[in-house]
T-cell receptor, first 116, second 111 residues
Framework: GAVVSQHPSWVICKSGTSVKIECRSL??????MFWYRQFPKQSLMLMAT?????????EQGVEKDKFLINHASLTLSTLTVTSAHPEDSSFYIC????????????FGAGTRLSVL | GQNIDQPTEMTATEGAIVQINCTYQ??????LFWYQQHAGEAPTFLSY????GLEEKGRFSSFLSRSKGYSYLLLKELQMKDSASYLC????????????FGAGTRLAVHP
């Protein structure tokens, strides 16, 4: 399967600041990446689909101006949480889609964001 | 709407067999996926079913019945390291390559 690197693994920031999370596909050209959010003891909630070279597609209820996604190359997608607030504290996980391989998604290790 | 149901928690004994069920009602279907997720870590892919029947992969097997909207994950010869959450996900609902996840089943394996 695809090898996905996500960075940073853990970040603490002050309320009102912005945080950027990187998701890299190390061995696969990813035209599509996905961003999820997971609260404790809950399942993965899809936030947006990141498309290389075009705008991301956001799920209903996700603020696109708050969660900025950039997918400028086939190996890198970034999620920027702008003006973070304590309620944005969560586990953010990216994945790489493999349309030619049964659409199996391979996940990064996740980023734990804590907003003080 | 989209609905994926699986039990919240299960317990089992080391060496035993456990079956984790998943039922789904979704607007589209492009495969049923099972993932394992240890606490604080990202999910790892376990299995994929798109046709009815049983898929076996080592100690893990997964079954699908599309007409019943039902799948199960079977874990044999349980080991302590199998203690994790198991996520059932349906592909193709709301988008060809999207996955919709169930809430997950937390499995605790005891000696």
């Amino acid at each position: 399967g695809a090898v996905v690197s996500q960075h940073p693994s853990w970040v603490i920031c002050k309320s009102g600041t912005s945080v950027k999370i990187e998701c890299r596909s190390l061995d696969f050209q990813a035209t599509t990446m996905f961003w999820y959010r997971q609260f404790p003891k809950q399942s993965l909630m899809l936030m947006a689909t990141s498309n290389e070279g075009s705008k991301a597609t956001y799920e209903q209820g996700v603020e696109k101006d708050k969660f900025l996604i950039n997918h400028a190359s086939l190996t890198l997608s970034t999620l920027t949480v702008t003006s973070a607030h304590p309620e944005d504290s969560s586990f953010y996980i990216c994945s790489v889609g493999t349309p030619a391989a049964k659409n199996i998604q391979y996940f990064g290790a996740g980023t734990r964001l804590s907003v003080l | 709407g989209q609905n994926i149901d699986q039990p919240t928690e299960m317990t089992a004994t080391e060496g035993a067999i456990v079956q984790i069920n998943c039922t789904y009602q979704t607007s589209g279907f492009n495969g049923l996926f099972w993932y394992q997720q240890h606490a604080g870590e990202a999910p790892t892919f376990l299995s994929y079913n798109v046709l009815d029947g049983l898929e076996e992969k080592g100690r893990f097997s997964s079954f699908l019945s599309r007409s019943k909207g039902y799948s199960y994950l079977l874990l044999k010869e349980l080991q302590m390291k199998d203690s994790a959450s198991y996520l059932c996900a349906v592909g193709g609902s709301g988008g060809y390559n999207k996955l919709i996840f169930g809430a997950g089943t937390r499995l605790a394996v005891h000696p």
